[in-house]
């Protein structure tokens, strides 16, 4: 589902100028920015930033207040979207990984190709199995979620989102409930995933990750964007005092 | 008659308050074999009601309109707080005398609900009650984030309901459900009451019949519903275990 | 440059058990404490305006289902006004007593039953567990009509025969499940109570005996008020039963008093109505002090 207008030089994602409020709380004021296909874009700020809710609006799972969003052209505001539609190609990876944990891995990964795409059983059985030895899986195929590690879910989890084929991949903090030691089989797999082509916009507090992988990097604060740039920029040169600030508290 | 069937035979005649009729007799056997057939068949339909009701009733309870969701708590308070004979005689002799009528030999007024039919429908509904509450139990500790995260998947509400939320509150639930089967189980004892002819009616006709056969009738029961529960609440662990979900609750 | 961990546990080694659970915890029934409380939580949610509605209700409906008849609402309301004081005085009252009686019995045996279920004589502790399991399994029916078959109809005691009445026989046909169940709820009382306990006391030279009764039994008395009085309340919702045994009680009572009104047809719906009302009302403020005191028998570890 595309918007016959969208070409691939436009914006895979635009967000341009979107108000979100929680009764009297308002937590996003006013963000605009565009992901280009193919980019890796990574959204870093200190707690209650808004960074979480501005990614959940873009595969709508939070409804926006004014504003746009933009997914391939199609708008996401729109009341008449088909969400489900819209899902399909835009993935979403949570930070409490969410595995459903009656059905092992490989069935976690099988179960939405068949019952949303309506894909055939071994089609979709092949196509997982694929994607567990991407995450780096191999032999956990008929384990259940909890017989594995935080690390190894999180890992599905990316894999059962892979598998609906999206052209788009939302990470919402997907390490910060992770132990340390695992933190980084997850990362490798994002990092994989990113230059295989794979339009990314990480919600992340990983600045080392962010430094290596990204195209993109944008600071929140309190609902707006305070600056942002490329990697290479955007640690040495801030200029603005608050993101000055954030960067010497984790940096 | 055989071997066993003589012995005890001749234990009646040597020991008069020992009279193990219904091992010789063919025609108290049959009774018993009625008796048993009869709890069984009860059992069973109560359950499978009983769950039926549980599943929609839980639904109910989590419906958007407030009158629908006032009118299953009173459902539920009303079974869950008052005893089980008396819902019993309640239903079949006060409710029974509404119930329309039907002549199949052109003479005789039958009523088209049995007292077994009310029995079925009495037990049903009390244990209907608590399995609303048990599902809704399972269905609220089935986290929304898991159906957040297969909702990101695409799958609508539907979906997620049958595959996601229904399985994980089915095996939650499945202790306290079975909880609850046993105790239904034992509670249609109490149908005796409307002279449904289970397996304590039975006996209880068979020593009515036969004074010596008393002690010999206890004994049985006793060891009968023991048996039956017994096997039944071993039959559930296993269901149980079978169940389980790898790695929850380990 | 450290990357913030929001766990900050040592994974476990083997199979690493997330830090998240899988599933929310199961509120229905709750580890370690007996579960039928919900029996006593469901009967206090009932505002005291709502028992009012319902008790309405149970009079209107059967005026609105009876359209034509030779006897009359009015006049069924009438009969059970007049049977009222001997249906209650006479019927319910032993009810009433056959309840206290049986949890008296059978909170006393229940105790030693439960006692014996922890005790460290492996015999004894299995005879108990047997025991407990019979009688919690049997239906209480099939219990009652043992006992009242078996018990005799009078003893002699030193030579003077004295007679055993059958509302005294149903007595000890309750007690049984009733003793079954306050085992258990003894046995999970004392089971929840943290080791810790144990090996402070036998640290302190306590002998098991001494622990028992000084540190650990007081503990549990608590934790067992709440169980035990839903026990009592599932037990008077039980005590009908006997009548099927012919003890006069409430509900053989009523029938007699429908029988002697000419049994019209009329007449059921408010006599029965009315047992069940009585028996609610009985019981709704029981389970409104059940959970007071659960609220504050609630223990902080």
Same mark, same amino acid.
């Given at each position: 589902?595309?918007?016959?207008?969208?070409?691939?030089?436009?914006?895979?994602?635009?967000?341009?100028?979107?108000?979100?409020?929680?009764?009297?709380?308002?937590?996003?004021?006013?963000?605009?920015?565009? &992901?280009?296909?193919?980019?890796?874009?990574?959204?870093?700020?200190? =707690?209650? =930033?808004?960074?979480?809710?501005?990614?959940?609006?873009?595969? /709508?799972?939070?409804?926006?207040?004014?504003?746009?969003?933009? @997914?391939?052209?199609?708008?996401?505001?729109?009341?008449?979207?088909?969400?489900?539609?819209?899902?399909?190609?835009?993935?979403?990876?949570?930070?409490?990984?969410?595995?459903?944990?009656?059905? +092992?891995?490989?069935?976690? @990964?099988?179960?939405?190709?068949?019952?949303?795409?309506?894909?055939?059983?071994?089609?979709?059985?092949?196509?997982?199995?694929?994607?567990?030895?991407?995450?780096?899986?191999?032999?956990?195929?008929?384990?259940?979620?909890?017989?594995?590690?935080?690390?190894?879910?999180?890992?599905?989890?990316?894999?059962?989102?892979? /598998?609906?084929?999206?052209?788009?991949?939302?990470?919402?903090?997907?390490?910060? /409930?992770?132990?340390?030691?695992?933190?980084?089989?997850?990362?490798?797999?994002?990092?994989?995933?990113?230059?295989?082509?794979?339009?990314?916009?990480? &919600?992340?507090?990983?600045?080392?990750?962010?430094?290596?992988?990204?195209?993109?990097?944008?600071? +929140?604060?309190?609902?707006?964007?305070?600056?942002?740039?490329?990697?290479?920029?955007?640690?040495?040169?801030?200029?603005?005092?608050?993101?000055?600030?954030?960067? =010497?508290?984790?940096? | 008659?055989?071997?066993?069937?003589?012995?005890?035979?001749?234990?009646?005649?040597?020991?008069?308050?020992?009279?193990? %009729?219904?091992?010789?007799?063919?025609?108290?056997?049959?009774?018993?074999?009625?008796?048993?057939?009869?709890?069984?068949?009860?059992?069973?339909?109560?359950? %499978?009601?009983?769950?039926?009701?549980?599943?929609?009733?839980?639904?109910?309870?989590?419906?958007?309109?407030?009158?629908?969701?006032?009118?299953?708590?009173?459902?539920?308070?009303?079974?869950?707080?008052?005893?089980?004979?008396?819902?019993?005689?309640?239903?079949?002799?006060?409710?029974?005398?509404?119930?329309? #009528?039907?002549?199949?030999?052109?003479?005789?007024?039958?009523?088209?609900?049995?007292?077994?039919?009310?029995?079925?429908?009495?037990?049903?509904?009390?244990?209907?009650?608590?399995?609303?509450?048990?599902?809704?139990?399972?269905?609220?500790?089935?986290?929304?984030? #898991?159906?957040?995260?297969?909702?990101?998947?695409?799958?609508?509400?539907?979906?997620?309901?049958?595959?996601?939320?229904?399985?994980?509150?089915?095996?939650?639930?499945?202790?306290?459900?079975?909880?609850?089967?046993?105790?239904?189980?034992? #509670? #249609?004892?109490?149908?005796?009451?409307?002279?449904?002819?289970?397996?304590?009616?039975?006996?209880?006709?068979?020593?009515?019949?036969?004074?010596?056969?008393?002690?010999?009738?206890?004994?049985?029961?006793?060891?009968?519903?023991?048996?039956?529960?017994? %096997?039944?609440?071993?039959?559930?662990?296993?269901?149980?275990?079978?169940?389980?979900?790898?790695?929850?609750?380990? | 440059?450290?990357?913030?961990?929001?766990?900050?546990?040592?994974?476990?080694?083997?199979? *690493?058990?997330?830090?998240?659970?899988?599933?929310?915890?199961?509120?229905?029934?709750?580890?370690?404490?007996?579960?039928?409380?919900?029996?006593?939580?469901? $009967?206090?949610?009932?505002?005291?305006?709502?028992?009012?509605?319902?008790?309405?209700?149970?009079?209107?409906?059967? !005026?609105?289902?009876?359209?034509?008849? *030779?006897?009359?609402?009015?006049?069924?309301?009438?009969?059970?006004?007049?049977?009222?004081?001997?249906?209650?005085?006479?019927?319910?009252?032993?009810?009433?007593?056959?309840?206290?009686?049986?949890?008296?019995?059978?909170?006393?045996?229940?105790?030693?039953?439960?006692?014996?279920?922890?005790?460290?004589?492996?015999?004894?502790?299995?005879?108990?567990?047997?025991?407990?399991?019979?009688?919690?399994?049997?239906?209480? $029916?099939?219990?009652?009509?043992?006992?009242?078959?078996?018990?005799?109809?009078?003893?002699?005691?030193? !030579?003077?025969?004295?007679?055993?009445?059958?509302?005294?026989?149903?007595?000890?046909?309750?007690?049984?499940?009733?003793?079954? *169940?306050?085992?258990?709820?003894?046995?999970?009382?004392?089971?929840?109570?943290?080791?810790?306990?144990?090996?402070?006391?036998?640290?302190?030279?306590?002998?098991?005996?001494?622990?028992?009764?000084?540190?650990?039994?007081?503990?549990?008395?608590?934790?067992?008020?709440?169980?035990?009085?839903?026990?009592?309340?599932?037990?008077?919702?039980?005590?009908?039963?006997?009548?099927?045994? !012919?003890?006069?009680?409430?509900?053989?009572?009523?029938?007699?008093?429908?029988?002697?009104?000419? *049994?019209?047809?009329? $007449?059921?719906?408010?006599?029965?109505?009315?047992?069940?009302?009585?028996?609610?009302?009985?019981?709704?403020?029981?389970?409104?002090?059940?959970?007071?005191?659960?609220?504050?028998?609630?223990?902080?570890?």
């Amino acid at each position: 589902m595309t918007n016959s207008d969208w070409t691939p030089d436009q914006p895979l994602v635009s967000i341009k100028d979107v108000h979100k409020s929680f009764g009297d709380l308002e937590v996003l004021k006013g963000v605009t920015l565009d &992901v280009r296909q193919g980019e890796v874009i990574c959204i870093i700020g200190p =707690s209650g =930033s808004g960074k979480s809710t501005l990614i959940r609006c873009v595969n /709508a799972l939070n409804t926006i207040d004014s504003g746009s969003i933009k @997914v391939e052209g199609i708008e996401v505001n729109d009341p008449a979207l088909d969400k489900l539609e819209l899902r399909k190609n835009v993935g979403m990876v949570f930070q409490q990984y969410n595995l459903f944990p009656h059905k +092992t891995a490989l069935e976690n @990964v099988m179960m939405a190709p068949i019952k949303v795409l309506k894909q055939s059983v071994e089609e979709a059985e092949e196509r997982a199995r694929v994607l567990i030895k991407r995450v780096n899986l191999v032999g956990k195929e008929n384990s259940y979620p909890g017989e594995l590690s935080g690390g190894q879910q999180q890992r599905v989890a990316i894999a059962r989102s892979l /598998a609906m084929n999206p052209d788009v991949m939302l990470f919402d903090e997907v390490t910060a /409930a992770l132990d340390p030691e695992t933190v980084n089989e997850v990362l490798l797999a994002i990092k994989d995933l990113a230059q295989d082509g794979m339009t990314c916009i990480l &919600v992340t507090h990983e600045m080392g990750f962010a430094r290596e992988v990204a195209d993109h990097i944008y600071f +929140t604060d309190r609902g707006v964007i305070v600056e942002h740039g490329p990697p290479s920029t955007f640690f040495t040169e801030a200029t603005d005092p608050r993101t000055q600030e954030f960067l =010497s508290q984790i940096l | 008659m055989n071997a066993f069937q003589q012995y005890f035979y001749d234990l009646a005649q040597t020991h008069p308050k020992w009279n193990f %009729i219904y091992f010789y007799d063919p025609v108290q056997t049959w009774r018993v074999a009625d008796g048993l057939w009869m709890t069984i068949q009860l059992s069973v339909v109560c359950v %499978i009601f009983s769950v039926v009701i549980g599943v929609v009733g839980a639904w109910i309870q989590g419906a958007h309109s407030k009158p629908l969701r006032l009118v299953m708590q009173g459902y539920i308070q009303f079974f869950r707080n008052t005893p089980p004979l008396v819902q019993l005689m309640f239903f079949y002799f006060a409710l029974g005398q509404f119930t329309p #009528t039907y002549a199949p030999d052109g003479w005789l007024e039958v009523p088209i609900i049995s007292n077994v039919g009310w029995a079925i429908i009495s037990l049903s509904f009390f244990a209907g009650a608590f399995n609303v509450e048990i599902f809704r139990a399972g269905i609220e500790a089935v986290p929304e984030s #898991t159906q957040e995260a297969a909702e990101a998947l695409g799958m609508n509400r539907l979906q997620i309901y049958i595959y996601i939320v229904l399985p994980l509150a089915f095996r939650v639930s499945l202790p306290a459900l079975n909880n609850n089967l046993v105790n239904l189980v034992k #509670t #249609t004892t109490q149908a005796l009451a409307i002279a449904v002819p289970e397996l304590l009616y039975q006996m209880i006709s068979i020593y009515n019949d036969y004074s010596t056969a008393q002690n010999a009738c206890m004994l049985f029961l006793f060891f009968a519903y023991f048996l039956l529960v017994g %096997i039944l609440v071993l039959g559930m662990s296993r269901w149980e275990r079978g169940m389980r979900i790898p790695g929850y609750g380990s | 440059m450290k990357s913030i961990s929001k766990s900050g546990k040592a994974s476990r080694d083997r199979f *690493n058990a997330t830090d998240l659970a899988v599933l929310k915890p199961f509120k229905y029934n709750q580890a370690g404490q007996v579960q039928d409380l919900q029996f006593s939580h469901w $009967l206090a949610e009932f505002s005291p305006r709502s028992l009012l509605i319902i008790a309405l209700l149970f009079l209107l409906w059967p !005026g609105l289902a009876m359209a034509q008849s *030779n006897y009359s609402f009015a006049q069924a309301l009438d009969a059970l006004w007049r049977w009222l004081p001997f249906i209650v005085t006479k019927g319910f009252l032993l009810n009433l007593i056959v309840s206290f009686l049986t949890m008296f019995i059978g909170t006393i045996a229940g105790v030693l039953l439960g006692l014996g279920q922890v005790s460290p004589l492996r015999p004894l502790a299995r005879l108990s567990w047997l025991i407990t399991q019979l009688f919690r399994n049997s239906p209480w $029916l099939v219990l009652l009509f043992i006992v009242m078959l078996a018990l005799p109809f009078e003893i002699e005691i030193g !030579g003077e025969i004295y007679p055993i009445p059958d509302w005294l026989k149903a007595v000890f046909g309750l007690a049984l499940p009733i003793m079954a *169940n306050i085992s258990e709820i003894v046995r999970g009382a004392i089971v929840s109570v943290p080791t810790g306990q144990w090996e402070a006391a036998e640290s302190l030279a306590y002998s098991r005996q001494q622990t028992l009764w000084m540190v650990i039994l007081p503990q549990c008395f608590k934790r067992m008020i709440p169980p035990w009085m839903n026990w009592y309340a599932i037990l008077t919702m039980a005590t009908p039963l006997i009548s099927l045994l !012919g003890v006069e009680e409430i509900i053989t009572l009523s029938r007699q008093a429908m029988e002697a009104e000419d *049994n019209h047809p009329e $007449l059921l719906v408010p006599f029965f109505g009315f047992a069940l009302i009585i028996f609610f009302a009985y019981c709704y403020p029981i389970a409104r002090l059940t959970i007071r005191l659960e609220k504050r028998f609630v223990v902080r570890q």
